[in-house]
């Protein structure tokens, strides 16, 4: 059994970033993928990134390319995700989960943290 638990969410102002942080316990962490998903008010749970047990692979939804980036720290047992260029519509509570075998649908993933809140303001 893993347990998740998230950290690093806030209010922020357009533009600014965010590292969210993950901290596993109660399994090999090393031996999952690793994902990121958000949920908005209202909306359903969307797919942020994923990265690889040795993180050697990573992927994005289109909406954070090149704003986002997914790390891991195995040593850690810790996975991150700095967010740049923040914008209002990434205001959403935000979980990581973890798979034995990840992609990018909820469903794939077992264990999932409690979320962090990112707010992001105009």
């Known amino acids: 059994q893993v347990q998740l638990v998230e950290s690093g969410g806030g209010l922020v102002q357009a533009g600014d970033s965010l590292r969210l942080s993950c901290a596993a316990s109660?399994?090999?962490?090393?031996?999952?993928?690793m994902g990121w998903f958000r949920q908005a008010p209202g909306k359903e749970r969307e797919f942020v990134a994923t990265?690889?047990?040795?993180?050697?692979?990573?992927s994005y939804a289109d909406s954070v390319k090149g704003r986002f980036t997914i790390s891991r720290d195995n040593a850690k047992n810790t996975v991150y995700l700095q967010m740049n260029s923040l914008k209002p519509e990434d205001t959403a509570v935000y979980y990581c989960?973890?798979?034995?075998?990840?992609?990018?649908?909820?469903?794939?993933?077992?264990?999932w943290g409690q979320g962090t809140q990112v707010t992001v303001s105009s």
């Open positions: 989960a973890a798979a034995k075998i990840g992609g990018t649908r909820t469903r794939e993933y077992a264990y």
């Open positions: 109660g399994g090999t962490f090393s031996s999952y993928t």
């Open positions: 990265i690889s047990r040795s993180g050697g692979s990573t």
